[in-house]
């Protein structure tokens, strides 16, 4: 009897394999050289993310699949792992403040970023149930940990515990949906489920598993109804991993999402339209409305986040390539915009006391600081979706895909939600530029590492709403991809 | 012998995950919740391993580890974020731990 060796391709995952080596390093290191400085760890993180990002681009003209249907590397799966990895950067810049400098000395926070990172790269580059589950669980966890990271703050330990109650909770409902899916098919990947599904009536198990899961991963996007626990998450979470988890996560749930729509479980078996587009209307209702009230800025980009959910789901909702594509480059956008927003919001945190989190503590700011205010009123006129920014070209490009599949309804409630959205963030802007602080506002010197992510962020968010045609040209690449 | 129907488990199965969910929204105690989590999964293995039977496949069984192992890793995590929350506030009760609102 001869055994053939099973064929592993770890060509395929160098990108993951990069963060993952990263990360244990930044996990060790500490353990036999205690003084490292913060820089130095930095480095070690930046470099293995701009290591893997190199690699995800070398792998753009080499799409395949490996170890045994486990692994999937089309250009759709690199585009998000370049998403992420941008993500990544972005925040690993901005944990350079006040507040997060009493613990960022130690390699642990990045080594669980970077291990955060290596499960959303996990988790997008696979058709595979499994692959799915253990690239969101290693995500979860290791967010979980850092969002509890402030731990002698009870707000943060409170995100924390919701965080991790509410995600396992979901997770349970992922698992079930994924056992249906199971059971009905008697398959796990994502093809094979569609051919099963094609080739006998597989009956109500499979509707009923594709909706579970959707449930799952509703929660982890944070869609309405599932969205309660991400306001107090968010706003407890140390600002650095609010940034991430706001668009990371919901970028990997979008990606898992659209694979399970137009792959796994077509439109014959469920009627996706509808139920994406009912869920879009609540969503972006809920959060736009919802963020009008707050007084905590913070808490008001936690709603906006699950307002632009509403935004993505739009598209999806559509169903087509267009969609696709225009999720993937409004996901550039939103990571660009949303991280560099939470990074203003970090730099101004002065040392021992928390981050100006209220809207009048940022009254008068504007002239003081005239670079920082600046960019946080580009990033608000960016998630507001008003022209020349990225925001504005990402919305149109969404709604054109759904106008395309004809939801004409959908996309006029979605531009009066972008219209309603304008107030909150314009009354950001009104209390940087237009009205006088009390007490004179005073910030720290900037560590050089954060003004790069805002400068990062700032030239992206233009030149994106400005000038799209290479970066479009790839994804619309990217959403035929293995489709 | 006769042989239990496949379905008996199921039935068994959607039952346990039933009385998870409702654990979760109903107890209010951080510890007990995380027990009905892991009702929940254990609801699930439970479907798993009965699909495997029904396609004569081993995936499903497979996946049932992977969900153990899991479970294992996420309960330590909660545990420890439970511990810290008990050390600062005195209580694991969840609607006492309710800072943020709004």
């Known amino acids: ?483 | 012998m006769n042989a239990i129907p496949l379905n008996f488990f199921l039935l068994v199965a959607a039952v346990l995950f039933a009385i998870g969910v409702a654990g979760v929204l109903v107890r209010r105690n951080a510890l007990v919740i995380l027990m009905s989590i892991e009702l929940m999964l254990n609801a699930v293995n439970l479907t798993f391993i009965t699909f495997a039977a029904k396609w004569q496949a081993l995936d499903g069984q497979l996946f049932v580890f992977f969900i153990m192992a899991v479970a294992a890793a996420e309960v330590a995590v909660g545990l420890a974020v439970i511990i810290s929350v008990f050390r600062l506030r005195g209580t694991v009760h969840v609607d006492e731990i309710n800072l943020l609102k709004g």
């Open chain 1, 1 to 483: 009897m001869e055994l053939s060796a099973p064929l592993i391709q770890l060509d395929l995952i160098t990108p993951q394999l990069i963060v993952l080596a990263a990360a244990i390093l930044l996990l060790l290191l500490p353990l036999f050289w205690r003084s490292l400085r913060r820089e130095f760890l930095a480095a070690i993180a930046l470099a293995g993310i701009a290591a893997a990002l190199a690699a995800t681009f070398w792998l753009w003209s080499r799409p395949g699949w490996g170890f045994a249907g486990m692994v999937t590397v089309d250009r759709f799966a690199l585009a998000f792992q370049a998403l992420f990895l941008l993500g990544g950067l972005l925040t690993v810049l901005i944990s350079f403040n006040r507040i997060e400098e009493e613990y960022v000395q130690h390699g642990d926070f990045f080594g669980l970023l970077l291990l955060a990172l290596f499960g959303l790269m996990v988790m997008t580059s696979t058709t595979h149930f499994l692959v799915i589950f253990l690239g969101l669980e290693i995500l979860s966890i290791a967010l979980y940990v850092l969002a509890g990271y402030r731990k002698m703050r009870v707000d943060s330990l409170e995100a924390a515990l919701k965080y991790l109650l509410l995600g396992a909770f979901a997770t349970g409902f992922f698992l079930y949906g994924v056992a249906l899916i199971y059971g009905a098919t008697g398959q796990l990947e994502m093809a094979h489920i569609r051919e099963a599904a094609a080739a006998g009536g597989a009956g109500w198990l499979l509707p009923a598993g594709a909706l579970l899961v959707l449930i799952g991963f509703a929660f982890k996007a944070a869609l309405v109804p599932f969205h309660m626990w991400t306001p107090d998450v968010y706003q407890g979470a140390p600002t650095p991993v609010t940034a991430f988890m706001s668009t990371g996560t919901k970028a990997a749930a979008f990606a898992v999402l659209a694979r399970l729509v137009s792959i796994a479980v077509p439109v014959e078996t469920i009627a996706w339209g509808p139920v994406l587009a009912v869920l879009a209307v609540l969503t972006m209702t809920v959060g736009n409305f919802m963020a009008i009230v707050q007084s905590n800025v913070k808490r008001m980009l936690a709603y906006s986040s699950i307002a632009h959910a509403g935004y993505l789901l739009v598209a999806l909702a559509a169903g087509n390539a267009a969609g696709r594509s225009a999720i993937l480059y409004y996901l550039l956008i939103y990571t660009l915009m949303n991280i560099g927003a939470f990074g203003v919001i970090a730099w101004l945190g002065r040392s021992g006391r928390e981050e100006r989190l209220t809207f009048e503590s940022y009254r008068g700011l504007g002239y003081r600081y005239p670079f920082v205010s600046l960019a946080m009123a580009a990033f608000m006129f960016s998630l507001a979706g008003i022209p020349p920014t990225g925001g504005f070209l990402g919305k149109f490009f969404l709604f054109a895909a759904a106008v395309r599949a004809e939801y004409i309804p959908l996309v006029v409630i979605a531009v009066l939600n972008a219209v309603v959205s304008v107030f909150y963030y314009m009354r950001l802007v009104v209390n940087l530029y237009m009205r006088e602080a009390e007490e004179p506002a005073e910030a720290g010197k900037a560590h050089p590492l954060l003004i790069a992510a805002l400068v990062i962020a700032l030239i992206g968010v233009v030149w994106l709403g400005v000038a799209p045609g290479g970066v479009l040209g790839a994804f619309n690449a990217a959403a035929t991809a293995g489709m």
